[in-house]
């Protein structure tokens, strides 16, 4: 029987009653995550139809799109085994240090131009150097001068003061991942440990950023170490929470590991949306190459995703993302638009989607 509450239509499963008591403020059990992981493939529809009752709710059919600039390349000290710029990694990749002011800002255009709300700055490294931290300092203010957009910066582990500086300089949010479980930490990375992330994200919370953080699926771990991220993520209240599906690069320590199916990374999209029912989820790297043709799908749980390529791997070309989006009668949402003209852009966004 079809029930209509809030003017939606939902079916009477167990699925959407789960979601009825998180709307009225329940939160969710480990043992209610292990069962959306677990439970069977004729289920997925109905576990979708609630976790879009929820995305609705705070989000409606909006879609927030992110591009992400590579800002400095390999190098890393870290031997994340996941990460084709790790120490560990014999991944064929560019190697490069910090792009300039131009090419930073060519990137802010291009976020602009392909509809994103938020500009992304990802460097590989430990955490950033003076010099680093200096630059980027100076360079999101002239950013946001040109440009409508939010500013998100991954800088790798930060101080009190590092996050401080962030803040001061007009960046909105700071990206540091989990990555996985507490429990499964020590398997992927020995570098630096679960709990100097925890403290990163801490010094972010506590300079008055937003935060963003998610992690990795399908790194050989078990579903339990899923959502025990998922509901980390929720006690520390994420704003913004990106998940990553394993692209298992030739050359780092991961490499051949294919266990993820598109099922279940749609259960692992639910998962989040349940577990975190007012925070941006972010279908993040990984989505083209396991979700395949139910990428779609993915938008009923998810309400975000990056425009073009990702750190070292492609995207799909942003008019399959784009007809994505209006396909589903979804909405792409942008940054307002400042009261004085930007100037004159370049016709890039129309360029890219034909040559990409």
């Known amino acids: 029987m079809i029930h209509t509450q809030h003017g939606t239509p939902f079916t009477n499963s167990p699925w959407d009653r789960l979601a009825?008591?998180?709307?009225?403020?329940?939160?969710?059990?480990?043992?209610?995550?292990?069962?959306?992981?677990?439970?069977?493939?004729?289920?997925v529809l109905s576990l979708l139809s609630g976790a879009y009752r929820l995305r609705r709710e705070y989000f409606g059919n909006d879609v927030q799109l992110y591009l992400l600039m590579n800002a400095k390349s390999g190098l890393c000290p870290e031997d994340c085994s996941y990460c084709s710029q790790s120490k560990v990694s014999e991944a064929e990749i560019p190697r490069y240090n910090l792009l300039n002011e131009k090419k930073l800002l060519d990137g802010a255009r291009m976020a602009y131009e392909r509809q994103a709300k938020t500009y992304c700055i990802v460097i590989s490294a430990r955490g950033p150097s003076e010099r680093e931290m200096a630059a980027i300092t100076t360079l999101v203010p002239r950013i946001k001068e040109q440009f409508p957009l939010k500013i998100c910066a991954c800088l790798g582990l930060l101080t009190d003061e590092q996050a401080r500086?962030?803040?001061?300089?007009g960046v909105d949010r700071v990206n540091h991942n989990l990555n996985t479980g507490r429990d499964?930490?020590?398997e992927i990375c020995s570098t630096h440990s679960?709990?100097?992330?925890?403290?990163?994200?801490?010094?972010?919370?506590?300079?008055?950023l937003e935060m963003c953080s998610g992690g990795i699926v399908g790194m050989g771990e078990a579903d339990r170490d899923i959502v025990d991220m998922a509901l980390e993520l929720r006690r520390l209240r994420a704003e913004s929470i990106p998940v990553n599906f394993l692209n298992p690069i030739d050359g780092t320590p991961l490499e051949g590991i294919r266990t993820l199916t598109p099922r279940h990374c749609l259960r692992v999209l639910c998962l989040f949306r349940y577990a975190n029912r007012d925070s941006e989820i972010r279908i993040a790297g990984g989505r083209e190459m396991h979700?395949?043709?139910l990428q779609p799908l993915g938008l009923f749980a998810a309400n975000s995703i990056f425009v073009g390529d990702y750190l070292t791997t492609q995207g799909q070309p942003p008019r399959e993302d784009y007809a994505m989006i209006e396909d589903l009668g979804f909405r792409i949402v942008r940054q307002?638009?400042?009261a004085a003209p930007l100037g004159r852009l370049s016709?890039?966004?129309?360029?890219?989607?034909?040559?990409?």
């Open 291 to 293: 979700l395949r043709s």
């Open 194 to 208: 679960y709990q100097d992330r925890l403290d990163t994200l801490h010094a972010v919370r506590n300079a008055g």
């Open 184 to 186: 499964h930490y020590g």
């Open 336 to 338: 307002p638009e400042p």
């Open 165 to 169: 500086q962030l803040k001061e300089c």
């Open 347 to 356: 016709s890039e966004a129309d360029t890219a989607s034909s040559s990409s």
């Open 20 to 43: 009825d008591e998180l709307l009225k403020g329940r939160e969710l059990t480990p043992e209610e995550g292990l069962g959306i992981l677990q439970s069977p493939d004729e289920e």
